[in-house]
């Protein structure tokens, strides 16, 4: 049996009790509520800080994100305009 085969043994054995134990802990409702809570503050955390850094740079006159995917939203429609209109013109120009 070579190295790789005897390392790939071992790692098989401990992901399986790993995930067994893993499976276990994460089950338990005392470590889902923390958890639980813990999300929801780093998402309410994550949501002031995008507030105030839109608020920011409204403030300071530069484009928000907002106004760039606005922007980007509308160039892309007027690019397939353009690209419906000369399939048209093409479709025109050739002789019937």
Do not use: C
């Amino acid at each position: 049996m070579n190295l790789w085969d005897q390392w790939k043994k071992g790692f098989n054995a401990w992901e399986t009790a790993t995930a067994s134990y893993l499976e276990q802990v994460l089950a338990n409702p005392s470590v889902l509520g923390p958890a639980g809570a813990m999300l929801t503050a780093a998402m309410k955390t994550k949501a002031a800080t995008d507030k105030a850094v839109h608020s920011w740079w409204a403030a300071v006159g530069l484009p928000t994100r907002r106004d760039q995917e606005r922007g980007l939203h509308k160039l892309n429609q007027l690019e397939s305009r353009i690209a419906d209109l000369e399939e048209q013109l093409a479709a025109a120009r050739r002789p019937q």
